[in-house]
């Protein structure tokens, strides 16, 4: 089982860049979400239900955390796509094997 585990682990992390989206896609809903969490607690600032200190805190973890994801995962879709250039598959074989 362990085996047959690393290799699908293997099989998705190498032959796409699917996860690193999926970090980026993350990184910019949770960012979001931290947006909307500054919106709710506004809201309970201005009609006087709200913990002082406690809700600056939540949004800018929550915000700082979803910033982190999003840049990662720019930076590994960039690292990903360098590592795909470098492979320096040829073009034209592909073209011949479809023309036939």
Do not use: D
Request: proline letters at 2%; a positive charge.
């Amino acid at each position: 089982m362990k085996k047959m585990l690393a290799f699908a682990f293997e099989g998705i992390t190498s032959l796409s860049i699917g996860p690193i989206r999926f970090i980026s896609a993350l990184g910019l809903g949770i960012f979001g979400v931290s947006l909307i969490m500054l919106l709710y607690f506004l809201i309970r600032y201005f009609t006087g239900k709200t913990v002082i200190g406690w809700a600056s805190i939540a949004v800018s973890i929550w915000a700082i955390g979803g910033l982190q994801l999003l840049c990662l995962g720019i930076i590994g879709e960039y690292i990903g796509k360098v590592y795909l250039e470098t492979k320096a598959r040829p073009k034209f074989i592909i073209e011949e094997f479809l023309n036939k």
